[in-house]
């Protein structure tokens, strides 16, 4: 018996299919309806991290994600959500010149717009903006498609980031956009736009898991009677259509809905799954899905591979062995070399951790002299699924080691360590020594050509662990006093280094096999500025307290400081001017902004004067 095509009911035929099912409403629709938003982890993150910005006036606002991934809903619910004091204009139409984007800001908030001078516009959005201020408001821009906008249209934006008083900003700038954002804001072009992005996320795939609890999530907002039911089977073979992505999830679920209706089913199985694919994979939507950074990395890797195997097939048949042995070695060009003082490498030695020893054990030991690197080492790029994506060390595709430049000899140490490592490797070996500082396992799973900013989170997620990533200088560092991934740039691409000891006079790095000793100021030379630190929550504080924190966290963080020490008043749900003042003191004494809030860095350093906690901390102070 064949398939039948299966046709979207209309009218009529549509409230049948409600009716079927028990929906209000198709629970499937391709509408960013914010009723419908499923709360990933990720997401929670990313919604926290918003409002946080808000209400403490962050500059700019960066937020990334692949296509279907939830951003404009996300952005929707965001907005539905704001409070009464504040002010926003939201643009999605992001194909504008710098006149059309000025002209509709000033419609979004209602100010006259009848002219075509940039300046004019200027001015009076910055009156706008002056009352606002005067009535106590703050006031947001949210662009959506933002990799979209033209260079000269973000140049305006840092202009009008501009507006401000002695004391604050007047105007929030939300950036949101497909991950081409990112890469268009660290062109240095707009190097000085980049500088001012205080707050940087990024959304990432549901999980295996959470691809089945979005389509409950969905069902039930959606139903008025329990009783539809999707098959372990038929969410594993949704996950491998969609790969985690909430806009396929909801084409593939919706056909298969339809599919079950057409055959009077209420029991969504495999079998009805496969049938939809097939039906999609007819009208053409599996080409159209879009391509994440970790294929475009795969089939980047998969082509490098074919140009080096091709290449030193032709160097084996056009060139004898004779002329082999005697053909002149070509160097690597290195424009810029780091500056390393006192540069010493520290081979780490390896030590069994104990329950009590949060760390690995580490001592200093005379290095022999480096053997020479193989020719021709081999390459191979491995690409698969699974359910719950989880990170690896994978080998991939390196060019011919060579000799290099001739450089002193503490320069040449650092160098020989990681500079010509290739990026997948470097950061696979730091992730190694963090999670190692922290007595965790490296995790294993098949996304190692993944960006590294979701290689790292999806890495601290397996460890259930956070992550944050920060831009600053190695004094905040200090403050945090944390292990941490940092990103040390070369000609040839980003290397990745842990940091795993900071003292006034040392600054202790370690590449996952060997460990390096350098002067701060010969790390800040060759520090572009950005680390990734991983931290656990012990105690689950979640979301910024007390902007959207539940009840029982404010207490339970009552109930933490003290034991700490601090002076507390009621132990109750309220986040009182006395707990303030106590988060305030933390806050001062670690050299942070005090602002009597608990986000992610506060909480880094409240755990940090815990000392019954086990954690591997940067200096002993």
Request: proline share 6%.
């Amino acid at each position: 018996m064949g398939w039948l095509t299966v046709r979207r009911p209309k009218g009529k035929t549509d409230s049948m299919y409600n009716h079927f099912f028990g929906f209000k409403e198709r629970p499937f629709k391709l509408v960013p309806n914010p009723e419908f938003l499923y709360l990933s982890r990720i997401h929670e993150e990313v919604l926290a991290h918003l409002n946080y910005a808000v209400a403490y006036g962050e500059g700019f606002v960066e937020i990334t994600g692949e296509v279907g991934t939830g951003k404009t809903t996300l952005c929707r619910m965001f907005l539905e959500n704001l409070k009464a004091n504040t002010e926003a204009a939201y643009i999605f139409n992001p194909k504008l010149d710098v006149l059309q984007l000025l002209k509709a800001v000033n419609d979004e908030f209602g100010i006259d717009s009848d002219t075509d001078s940039v300046k004019t516009l200027i001015d009076r959005l910055n009156t706008f903006l002056l009352e606002q201020k005067a009535q106590g408001k703050r006031v947001i821009l949210l662009i959506d498609e933002a990799q979209n906008l033209s260079v000269d249209v973000l140049e305006q934006l840092r202009l009008l980031s501009n507006l401000e008083t002695t004391t604050s900003k007047l105007l929030q700038i939300i950036l949101v956009g497909q991950p081409e954002l990112g890469e268009l804001l660290e062109s240095g072009t707009l190097r000085q736009l980049n500088q001012r992005i205080t707050l940087s996320c990024h959304l990432v795939p549901l999980s295996a898991v959470e691809t089945r609890e979005y389509i409950r999530h969905r069902i039930h907002i959606a139903s008025q009677n329990p009783g539809l039911e999707f098959t372990s089977s038929a969410h594993r073979s949704i996950f491998r259509y969609s790969s985690g992505i909430p806009r396929l999830i909801n084409i593939v679920c919706d056909r298969a809905l339809l599919a079950a209706y057409s055959r009077n089913k209420t029991r969504i199985t495999n079998r009805i799954v496969k049938q939809a694919l097939r039906e999609l994979d007819s009208k053409g939507y599996r080409n159209a899905k879009p391509m994440l950074l970790r294929e475009k990395l795969t089939l980047g890797l998969l082509s490098l591979l074919v140009f080096l195997v091709a290449g030193m097939v032709a160097s084996q048949t056009l060139v004898g062995p004779a002329s082999r042995m005697a053909a002149p070695v070509v160097h690597h060009k290195i424009e810029k070399q780091p500056v390393a003082e006192r540069v010493n490498e520290r081979p780490e030695t390896k030590v069994a951790p104990t329950e009590e020893d949060a760390g690995p054990v580490t001592a200093s030991a005379s290095v022999p002299p480096p053997q020479p690197p193989a020719q021709t080492p081999e390459a191979e790029a491995t690409v698969q699924r699974t359910q719950m994506p989880e990170p690896e060390v994978a080998a991939a595709a390196e060019p011919q080691r060579v000799p290099e430049p001739a450089l002193p000899t503490q320069d040449r140490d650092v160098n020989r360590g990681f500079a010509f490592a290739e990026p997948m490797h470097s950061r696979a070996g730091a992730l190694a020594a963090v999670l190692s500082a922290w007595n965790a396992k490296m995790p294993a799973g098949p996304v190692a050509v993944l960006d590294s900013d979701t290689y790292f989170r999806l890495s601290a997620r397996y460890s259930n662990m956070e992550i944050i990533q920060v831009k600053g200088s190695l004094n905040l560092l200090r403050k945090l006093n944390l292990p941490a991934i940092v990103e040390i740039p070369y000609p040839e691409g980003i290397r990745f280094l842990a940091l795993t000891g900071l003292g006034e006079e040392e600054v202790q790095l370690s590449d996952g096999e060997k460990g390096y000793s350098l002067a701060p100021e010969a790390f800040a030379s060759m520090w572009n500025g950005k680390a990734h630190i991983f931290w656990k929550n012990h105690f689950n504080y979640t979301g910024v307290i007390p902007i959207n924190s539940p009840g029982e966290v404010i207490l339970s963080l009552k109930g933490h400081l003290k034991t700490l020490g601090y002076s507390i008043g009621a132990m109750d749900t309220t986040y009182d001017a006395v707990t303030q003042r106590a988060i305030e003191t933390i806050q001062a004494s670690n050299g942070l902004d005090v602002d009597g809030m608990v986000g992610p860095q506060t909480k880094i350093v409240l755990y940090n004067e815990d000392r019954s906690l086990v954690i591997p901390r940067l200096s002993g102070s």
